[in-house]
């Protein structure tokens, strides 16, 4: 539902909201509306005035956009958050609402490099999805994206979307079955798609996967749900316009 309230809550610098609303734009024919149901946060600041810029154009200029500065852990559906006029400067009062879609390129901290800040919020996600599950993460084997998803599923509505880009860390080891079956209590998981053809962004340390999943009460996975996985097997950048409509449309389409 393109008229849905959308988000990126690990904007980094704007490239994935930016998509998002020309996406909307495209098909809604109506780039206030587009601009006014998608959300944009990081934790930091300066990423924030690029993904301003990224998202901005000639038809935005005198619309407000929902940007803010936050923790991910620390959004919250009905949270009053101000933003600022274009016009005036001046400070509009607006509420986050539960979302029909989020999409993001989670960040990849390794479980060693977990700033300080962020292990209260670990800690109370390890034990809810223990207290959930039964699955327990184990302390210094998960990376701070193994919990992220977790927390967006709060902020969805039932039937809304995730798609999240998160390291291929979780193919391999113990932990990432673990977090693949904790998923499946929260989320039908949909899509997975991988690359076998090096990392998809220059600047990452990772290669990089894409889950495409839907939220659902929480309830044990459904054993006869199909899981649909697809491996790239070209550099993205080789990759023509045509081709990528057509891997994008199958996966869509599940077909």
Known sequence: NWHDQCADLCAGTGTIARAIIKNKTDRMRDSEAAFRTTWIADKYAYPLQIASIAVTNME?????????????????????????????????????????????????????????????????????????????????????????????????????????????????????????????????????VISNSGRWFENADVVATLLVLQKKELSVPDQKLVINFWMIHKDLKQISLDEKETIISSIVLGE
């Open 60 to 192: 935005a200029m005198n619309i407000p956009l929902n940007i803010f500065q936050s923790d991910v852990f620390a959004v919250h559906s009905k949270d009053r958050i101000e933003i600022k006029s274009p016009v005036d400067g001046s400070g509009i009062e607006e509420e986050i609402p539960e979302f029909g879609a989020i999409v993001s390129n989670l960040p990849f901290v390794e479980y060693n490099k977990i700033a300080a800040d962020e292990t209260e919020y670990i800690n109370k996600y390890r034990q809810r999805i223990k207290d959930d599950t039964g699955i327990e993460f184990t302390l210094g084997k998960t990376d701070l994206y193994n919990y992220l998803p977790f927390k967006l599923h709060e902020l969805l509505k039932i039937g809304g979307r995730l798609g999240i880009v998160l390291s291929n860390s979780w193919l391999g080891p113990e932990i990432g079955k673990r977090f693949f079956d904790a998923l499946q209590f929260y989320y039908e998981v949909h899509e997975v």
